[in-house]
């Protein structure tokens, strides 16, 4: 079942249900591709209006790429929750014997790893949906500034998200060369994406307070 | 039709269409009720566990109320869009004769402050909300901290977005008094949010990485 065929008030419904899963992951995800749903909405407002037409190609380009990375990561979302019960599998398994705790014990790094690299695309993808937002604030339909600052902040929140998991997930890891080279790149994605929301931020509120 | 009986992936489609509504702020509305759900879960997730027999009253308590704000926000969201469309039907009367002129007139002030005040109620909600997210960030079940990091993430962007929106509608109110003594409102709930979630997020950063 994929969590995008739910209805919203379902999805949310679920959400609190006292199963992990879906949990923070899936739902910054959810929030970062309404995020980018909302970049595209500004192209789309911006498209055919006369006082816009020197950035009218632009804005179709946008348009055409936040929509693919929003229906790329809706496939994310799903891809996270099956990450997480992979591990919460893993975690299950039988630990009688010396054999069992060793099939249990590799079961669970590998799927931690997996749970790792995820959230790790998923800020990857994030990054370049926030340059998106980037170019909707700045050179949008400028009656929509604030939609391509929600989109920022929810873009922005959602990479912190799955941040946190990939710290996380780290913590149980025991391949130490995999654990520091993950977190480098994760800390590096993660402040070019919060650098990016922002100066987009600053830009937005002095453009809507004239 | 509530934006909540949708199916979330139609409500991605009906969000990057051409359609100004739904827009920013029904969006950002949406992932706090995702965000609000979450810290939900938290609650269960911790409710009759051993180790946290201590705060079995407090997550009850603080279950009941997350999910009672979710499902107020979840009207809040659809009010905002009528609010919103209500504006756009103000600016859509006639304005031929200068009778017709002086009508229009009101009927947008008269929409755009309570434009103004949808928003205004929300930035309070999410305000108690947020301080539901702290409670299950420092005493829930420790394996759902991210989780709760995420939830007062989805909660400060939503504060946020609700801040765009009401300083853009008192951009074009003419009521003077009106425009200060909210715009002072909406700045001190804005940084009590803000103060709030900054908090979180450096208690749930500080606990992830152990």
């Given at each position: 079942m994929s969590l995008a065929t739910l209805r919203v008030s379902e999805f949310i419904d679920e959400l609190s249900?006292?199963?992990?899963?879906?949990?923070g992951g899936s739902v910054a995800a959810l929030s970062a591709c309404l995020g980018t749903a909302l970049t595209a909405m500004v192209c789309r407002l911006t498209i055919g209006k006369k006082k816009y037409t020197d950035v009218e190609q632009e804005m179709k380009d946008t348009e055409g790429k936040a929509i693919d990375l929003q229906k790329k990561q809706l496939e994310l979302m799903d891809r996270d929750t099956d990450a997480f019960n992979a591990v919460m599998g893993a975690f299950g398994m039988?630990?009688?014997t010396e054999d069992q705790k060793k099939l249990r014990h590799e079961a669970i790094q590998n799927a931690t790893r997996q749970a790792t690299l995820v959230p790790l695309e998923v800020i990857e993808r994030w990054r370049a949906a926030i340059s998106l937002a980037d170019t909707v604030a700045r050179k949008g339909n400028a009656n929509a500034r604030s939609d391509a600052g929600v989109s920022a902040l929810l873009i922005s929140a959602a990479a912190e998200a799955a941040f946190y998991n990939i710290l996380i997930n780290l913590g149980s890891l025991t391949d130490a060369p995999f654990v520091s080279s993950t977190r480098t790149d994760a800390e590096r994605l993660m402040a070019d994406v919060k650098k990016q929301a922002s100066s987009i931020r600053e830009h937005v509120l002095e453009s809507i307070q004239g």
């Open positions: 249900s006292s199963s992990p899963a879906p949990g039988p630990k009688e």
